[in-house]
């Protein structure tokens, strides 16, 4: 009801003042005539303004002041009663019903009247697409554009994040000065990375060997456990002799690895920057990539790994006698296995542990020179001699073609070369003239900004007929399905003027489906639409859950969690992003979303969830039975942790995220100045037991209770998950004290999970009636109600958001009915989710032409 | 040195608003050498808190009944007068002379935002509910938009989680206009380097011929970006044309950066700075922000500065953390404001107004002409909900500082009569006092000079 609230404000506002973009339909004249003025009056009358009039205005919502839809007033409000009237969420259950006849009657008026304004507006309203690209979108085109995989985003200032909202909209992409400064220092570190000077630079290089001293008695020198790192061995690290500042590196490891019985495979991860040999959480380091071991110390193994010095942080030096030092860095190997126990007390030797006999750093790396990301923009020519002028034109030609996504023109290119003309003078060589001159270019707006125009001369001839243009189109697909530039297939096909044909449309979809840059896709639009961020800062209680996180066991750091290693909480983001790629790959029904015949885990987490037999981090599909009380969305861990409190789950937050993610219901946020609910989703697991009576109390409060009878019911079904999102289907007893683990009283773990099943003895109280549905007693009546009576509200939901984030805004009345004719379509072919992808591509709201 | 070349900026100086401007722009121009005679500097500094603080047995941000009042409740005391301090305020005490606290200001224009939105506009004022949906200009740029051009740095934003969020959860204090947030700062590392080195190891003569260049370059950029924007729709127009208002405020900036370049950069003692500090130890994180302000405002690189030290919705950061990390809080800091721990409620209050002091007491205890830096450094330091993070009026708030700029201190102020009293009035006298001649800001409908003796 976010939007509700925005609305009715800019009614106030209309009386003669211009009231911007999103309403100039609705003229003044045509709000001053009213609803009651309107053929629906005596329905709305009869049946709504008890609630909804002059003194009352439930929800916000003043009828009798509402503007006259057929005059166009009030179109975004109207839309929104035929959304309730249509759903039958209005009237509400307990108060008197229309006819069906009636009922029928006024849907009828006000869906032909909004057909009308919707027509209407389409002839001059054009909404505003112009936005810049988002911080994901720059590294991504920058990595296409130049051939270097860059991390540039830490250098931006943070995008925006709207809970269950996408950031890619024209509202929140905005930009300032401080943002192009920006760009341009990205642009320039990235352009001296991309063009190299003429002269081979010097190759540093470090290797260092290990021996599998002291084996007999523990860990060798050579090993590295899951717990341990001996004083010198690989987990100690590999400090650099040198590196250089730019260019790409070149690590080669030869590693095996010792197995206990019944284990075959070991996560073996290479970091690099800070040493990590310290007590200290804040040393910086960044992953360089991850192996699995399966090869035992007979048959050694040698592993390549590659990357860009860039993206790694140098430590600074020291200073010493009021000098600094040279920067230094480590490549750490470490070892992830993960079965569970990680907090249960060292036991390496009864663990696989990882053997590195020797490690080899090179940089920068020299296959070619100068290497192909380089003559990519300056390309290898006579005319670099011959004609100077023409060569520079031409490199400028082709690249900005490239960086803006669709040809160049000539004043374009000009104005570049005469950039290139004011800079050489004093910058001296080609190369460092053109990496200024190309920065320039990647902080202009053809560059930064998504926008549908594109100069006549840019356009080819059958665009010109037909009106289409196919690069806006190439830009639009590219940017939805991988968060990045079109390819060279795209701009051919934007180049032929075929990319309109709905069959090469649908061709290219999949195909960019396929491609793995479309996890891009699949992690922002998940990570957004089911606000998965929030997961992994809530502190979660260490004493009622000693197992679930990895923390450090002794010394200064002890409780804190172990640093530089991936968490179970990264484990469940990428769980649920993976879950969602997979449901894709499948072109799976969207009904998955609610339950689904497999979950998508690793070793962690499939120990988490009580899977057995499950071995490695790596994330794959898994089958699972309706009895494993897995399977959807509804269950991840990334959503019933986030939306708990870390000590108990949360009935209000979870059931706001299934109305607001899966259901696509706008929940408000709770008003100023109610009482917060209080004490409630408690300190304790004891007071997180009378969470139901809790409520009942809150609802008394009439002031609570509008907003909490529609909410509670959705939430009090997810009691049987507890707070990190585990099946728990007795809890203890009201008023039984439970205590956190303490070492004395419950020994081990084992112990202390005895204690726990030996106080849960009471069913959870998981029970509740949903809103205008039925009784329903946990998480597998609640699917099953969702599967059986909501499926066309979560088919629509998943095409408004997928549509949303697809052309970078927010969906308005002026889309209900092209988001009618795609979910009528959708649901015709079984609701298969590339199948709806491919559809809203085709559609004339993301294309942003008629056939 | 020579700073022979100084000459105006003709940019800043209509901007400014002409020959009224005259005489402090000269005092601005003999700047780095600060002689004995001139006038010293008036800064302004604006630090927000989120989710409230506590307040046993007035919830709404006054007392109610009369109970005694509460020993860990952030306010220091209960009667309206001469200051006494409780266990929460009790890090202010040395410093009582130049702190109040004032009791029942708010922004109307917040009111109706609700949750936890209202923290957008506590430095702005604005009624993001109905006219000014997308902001407006905060205390900091007025000021800095009068007299930015006297130091290196116009002004400084920083913030905790960096950025400028969205519309209802804003992760910056400072506006420059409707729609134009600006990005805060908060990686201790780089805004050290950009305040203190800003040439990044390049000669000066290097520099000064990089920014001729850049300037050149910009000329071309705009038209370039000019015959771009004719090409687009009109709502599109509309919208690039915060690219070409970038590109233009680019050009100024480097205007006046190459006119800096001619004035030495400040020496800066690091002793006891460390700039690697993360948000996994919210108590040094938080002073290095405190210092690196210290540091700007003591090397008069530039005299106004906000810090959004908390912001609110802050679950995608480490901030949700804070109380857990610092007090072993089972739970999200954000949780303290619902529930009130009797126990950890007051301590992280107290926790809080802890780093706040010590950041006064550097400032205190550094000389600055006859007196200190404090004394010439107006403080505001407060959240935008009082007990309840759901409610949107009476303010918890400390004005500390400004003793040389006519402020007097010493006490609570209570504003709790029939008639609302703007917290905007008190933005018109803190703007005054730093020469900022402004009869309005937001919705106020007077100042609040009777602070002042």
């Not at chain 1, 126990?341 to 036991?347: A, E, H, I, Q, S």
């Not at chain 1, 804190?560 to 990264?570: F, K």
């Not at chain 2, 009667?79 to 009791?103: H, I, K, M, T, W």
């Not at chain 2, 004022?125 to 205390?139: F, L």
Request: net charge negative; proline share 6%.
């Amino acid at each position: 009801m976010r939007q509700q609230t925005s609305l009715l404000s800019i009614c106030v506002l209309l009386v003669g003042v211009v009231a911007g973009a999103q309403t100039h339909a609705e003229d003044s004249s045509a709000s001053r005539s009213l609803a009651s003025q309107s053929k629906v009056w005596p329905f709305l009358q009869s049946h709504c303004v008890d609630c909804h009039g002059d003194d009352a205005s439930k929800g916000e919502l003043s009828l009798p002041g509402l503007g006259d839809l057929s005059r166009g007033g009030d179109v975004q409000q109207w839309s929104l009663i035929l959304d309730k009237l249509q759903s039958g969420e209005m009237p509400p259950e307990d108060e008197s019903q229309p006819s069906e006849k009636h009922r029928s009657e006024a849907i009828d008026w006000i869906e032909s009247q909004l057909r009308i304004q919707v027509g209407r507006d389409a002839e001059h309203a054009r909404p505003i697409t112009a936005r810049r690209l988002t911080n994901v979108e720059y590294q991504n085109t920058m990595r296409d554009l130049l051939g270097i995989d860059l991390k540039l985003t830490e250098k931006l200032p943070n995008d925006p994040v709207k809970p269950y909202q996408f950031n890619n909209t024209a509202e929140l992409m905005r930009l300032g000065p401080e943002q192009i400064n920006r760009y341009l220092e990205c642009a320039r570190s990235a352009m001296a990375s991309a063009i190299v000077d003429p002269q081979q630079p010097e190759v540093y290089k470090t290797r260092r060997e290990w021996q599998p001293y002291g084996r007999e008695k523990q860990l060798g020198l050579d090993e590295i456990g899951v717990w341990g790192n001996r004083r010198h061995s690989p987990a100690w690290g590999m400090g650099l002799k040198g590196f250089p500042k730019t260019g790409e590196f070149r690590i080669r490891v030869q590693a095996s690895a010792i197995f206990p019985p019944g284990v075959d495979e070991l996560p073996l991860r290479l970091i690099m920057g800070y040493g990590i040999n310290v007590n200290s959480a804040t040393q910086r380091v960044q992953p360089v990539g991850t192996v699995r071991l399966r090869n035992s110390p007979d048959n050694p193994r040698v592993i390549e790994f590659r990357g860009r010095i860039e993206n790694f942080p140098p430590q600074p030096g020291k200073i010493k006698n009021g000098e600094r030092g040279p920067d230094s860095m480590a490549i750490t190997p470490q070892n992830l296995y993960d079965d569970g126990t990680l907090n249960d007390g060292r036991r390496d030797l009864a663990m696989p542990r990882a053997v590195i006999n020797w490690m080899e750093f090179e940089a920068p790396v020299i296959e070619k020179w100068p290497p192909l990301h380089h003559t990519q923009i300056l390309f290898d020519s006579s005319l670099r001699d011959e004609d100077p002028a023409e060569y520079v034109r031409q490199v400028i030609e082709r690249f900005v073609s490239r960086a803006f996504r669709r040809p160049a023109t000539p004043e374009e290119v000009a104005r570049f070369v005469q950039i290139y003309d004011l800079v050489l003078p004093e910058l001296g060589s080609l190369e460092a003239a053109m990496r200024e001159t190309l920065s320039f270019s990647l902080v202009s707006p053809q560059f930064l900004y998504h926008t549908d125009a594109a100069p006549a001369v840019a356009l080819n001839r059958s665009d010109e007929n037909t009106g289409k243009n196919g690069y806006e189109l190439a830009s639009k697909l590219s940017y939805f399905l991988w968060a990045s530039m079109p390819d060279q297939q795209l701009m051919d096909l934007a180049a032929q003027g075929t990319l309109h044909d709905p069959s090469v449309i649908e061709q290219q979809v999949r195909r960019l489906l396929a491609d793995p840059r479309s996890h891009d896709f699949v992690e922002n639009f998940t990570t957004q639409w089911l606000s998965l961020n929030k997961q992994k800062t809530v502190p979660i209680n260490s004493e009622l859950f000693p197992r679930f996180l990895y923390y450090v066991s002794a010394g200064e750091r002890r409780g804190t969690e172990v640093p530089y290693r991936p968490t179970i909480r990264d484990y469940m983001h990428d769980e649920t992003v993976g879950f969602v790629a997979e449901l894709i790959r499948r072109n799976a029904s969207v009904l998955n979303l609610v339950d689904s015949d497999f979950v998508f885990v690793n070793q962690p987490l499939a120990v988490h969830y009580g899977i057995a037999g499950i071995q490695g981090d790596q994330l794959r599909p898994v089958p699972v039975q309706a009895s494993d009380q897995l399977g959807g969305l509804l269950t991840h861990g990334s959503i019933l942790i986030g939306n708990g409190t870390g000590s108990a789950p949360h009935p209000i937050y979870r059931a706001v995220w299934l109305r607001e993610a899966i259901l696509g219901d706008e929940v408000a946020p709770p008003p100023a100045d109610v009482p917060a609910l209080s004490d409630s989703a408690g300190e304790s697991a004891e007071s997180a037991l009378t969470i139901g009576d809790l409520l009942r109390q809150h609802r008394q409060k009439e002031s609570c209770n509008d907003c909490h009878a529609q909410l509670d019911p959705w939430g009090l079904p997810f009691e049987q998950y507890n707070a990190i999102g585990q099946y728990q289907p007795l809890v203890p007893q009201e008023g039984v004290r439970v205590s956190g683990f303490q070492k004395d009283t419950h020994r081990d773990l084992a112990g202390y999970q005895d204690y726990l099943r030996s106080i849960s003895t009471v069913e959870v109280a998981a029970r509740a009636r949903l809103p205008h549905g039925p009784e329903v007693d946990g998480i597998r009546q609640l699917k099953n109600y969702l599967l059986e009576h909501r499926k066309q509200d979560i088919a629509e939901n998943l095409i408004r958001r997928l549509l949303s984030y697809a052309i970078g805004r927010e969906l308005s009345w002026r889309d209900r009915f092209a988001v009618e004719a795609l979910v009528t379509h959708s649901n015709k072919h079984g609701n298969k989710l590339q199948d709806m992808i491919v559809l809203i591509c085709q559609s004339e709201t993301f294309r942003g032409s008629k056939d | 040195m020579t700073t022979k070349s100084w000459h105006l900026n003709r940019r800043d100086l209509l901007q400014g608003g002409g020959l009224g401007l005259a005489l402090p722009l000269l005092n601005g121009m003999c700047h780095a050498e600060r002689s004995a005679g001139a006038e010293l500097p008036k800064r302004l500094f604006v630090s927000y808190f989120a989710y409230g603080a506590y307040m046993p047995g007035g919830k709404t941000g006054v007392p109610g009944g009369n109970q005694p009042h509460h020993d860990w409740s952030w306010w220091p005391c209960n009667e309206p007068g001469p200051l006494s301090f409780n266990q929460s305020a009790a890090p202010f005490e040395p410093l009582v002379d130049s702190v109040s606290y004032l009791r029942g200001l708010d922004h109307k224009g917040g009111w109706k935002m609700g949750g936890h939105s209202s923290g957008d506009v506590f430095a702005t004022g604005a009624d993001m509910t109905e006219h000014e949906k997308t902001n407006n200009i905060s205390i900091d740029q007025v000021a800095a938009n009068r007299h930015g051009h006297q130091t290196r740095y116009p002004s400084l934003v920083l913030g905790t989680e960096g950025g400028t969020g969205s519309y209802g959860s804003s992760k910056t204090l400072s506006h420059r206009g409707p729609g134009r947030a600006i990005p805060s700062l908060h990686k201790p590392q780089e805004i050290f380097n950009r305040l203190f080195k800003p040439y990044a190891g390049k000669g000066v003569q290097q520099v000064r011929a990089g920014l001729k260049r850049e300037a050149s370059i910009l000329d071309l950029m705009l038209d370039n970006s000019h015959s771009f924007q004719r090409q687009l729709g009109r709502g599109d127009q509309v919208k690039v044309s915060e690219y070409l208002e970038s590109i233009r405020e680019l050009e100024k900036r480097v205007e006046r950066t190459s006119q800096w370049t001619h004035a030495q950069l400040p020496d800066i003692d690091t002793k006891g700075l460390n700039i690697e500090v993360s948000h996994k130890e919210p108590q040094e994180y938080i002073r290095c922000m405190y210092d690196l302000i210290y540091l700007a405002f003591q090397t008069d690189s530039t005299r106004y500065a906000t810090l959004m030290l908390e912001s609110e919705q802050s679950q995608g950061s480490e901030l949700w953390n804070y109380a857990t990390y610092v007090l072993g809080y089972k739970g999200a800091t954000h949780d303290i404001a619902h529930k009130r721990p009797e126990d950890y409620s007051g301590k992280w209050d107290r926790w809080r107004a802890e780093q706040h002091a010590y950041f006064l007491k550097r400032l205190h205890e550094t000389p600055e002409g006859d007196g200190n830096l404090l004394d010439r450094t107006l403080v505001l330091w407060g959240s935008a909900h009082p007990h309840a993070s759901h409610s949107t009026k009476n303010y918890p708030l400390q004005l500390a500082g400004g003793n040389r700029l006519g402020f007097r201190h010493g006490q609570l102020h209570a504003f709790e009569g029939d008639k609302k009293v703007p917290l905007a009035n008190l933005f018109v006298s803190m703007l005054n006092a730093i020469d900022v001649p402004v009869e309005r800001f937001a919705d106020s409908t007077g100042n609040l000079n009777q602070l002042m003796g």
